[in-house]
């Protein structure tokens, strides 16, 4: 059964730093799509970040050059290096796979979630 934690959420001020984490199992073989999204209150989710079993990645243009996706293969984790925080980056953070070689951004490319955690940035 696959499974995803993520962690790594809080608060912090414009400017500041988080990394989120994802614990991924049940999901260790064969070419794998991961992503991050994230949705505000009353806004729909929005696919942040994308990485393929390559390492190849793509970023919504709202975080290009300010958030990193990661993963740690052996370890079974995402991760989310977010810099440069602002009050728009506020939402919950969502982690999501797909078993496929092809990837992504798309909220409904994915088909596995995890329950997400909860960022937000004051200003």
């Known amino acids: 059964q696959v499974q995803l934690v993520e962690s790594g959420g809080g608060s912090v001020q414009t400017g500041g730093s988080l990394r989120l984490f994802c614990a991924v199992s049940?999901?260790?073989?064969?070419?794998?799509?991961m992503a991050w999204f994230r949705q505000a209150p009353g806004k729909e989710r929005e696919g942040v970040a994308i990485i393929d079993s390559d390492g190849n990645t793509n970023y919504a243009d709202s975080v290009k050059g300010r958030f990193t996706i990661s993963q740690d293969k052996a370890k079974n984790t995402l991760f989310l290096q977010m810099n440069s925080l602002k009050p728009e980056d506020s939402a919950i953070y969502y982690c999501?796979?797909?078993?496929?070689?092809?990837?992504?951004?798309?909220?409904?490319?994915?088909?596995?979630w995890g329950r997400g955690t909860q960022v937000t940035v004051s200003s």
């Open positions: 999501a796979a797909r078993r496929d070689s092809i990837c992504i951004r798309q909220q409904d490319w994915f088909n596995y």
């Open positions: 049940g999901f260790t073989y064969g070419p794998n799509c």
